[in-house]
């Protein structure tokens, strides 16, 4: 499985990351803290699951989503912010899921719960 995680804040990144390799051990995980270089990567590499901050510079969360289906279709977005503010907007897109941070294992065990991913779960 090969995971993006966007997020503006070093330290927010950092923990989720850390949270996601403790979900999903041996997945690959890259990582930025810029929507554009983001973008960029969406475009030249297969990936399965994008996990994004909403406020952002440049673009925001949704419209690295937009991007990220655009030329991934089957992409599964699960939206990682501090604030439920943009709670029914992420629902009007489709996304896998929203967490509110601080992320957990739990949380993002939930968020995938009824994608194909499933199977990856409670493995460690």
Known sequence: MVIVAVDPNKSDLKRLVTTLRKAYPGS???MFTESMPA?????NNPIDILFTE???FQADGFALQ?????VQPAILTVFVTDTDVYAGRAIKTNASGY??????K???YEALED????QWMYSV
Do not use: G, H
Not at 115 to 118: A, D, E, N, P, Q
């Open 39 to 43: 973008i960029e990567y969406l475009k």
């Open 115 to 118: 994608t194909k991913f499933k």
């Open 99 to 104: 967490i509110l941070k601080p992320v957990t």
């Open 54 to 56: 909403i406020p952002m």
């Open 66 to 70: 937009a991007a990220a289906e655009a």
């Open 106 to 108: 739990e949380a993002v």
């Open 28 to 30: 690959e995980i890259v």
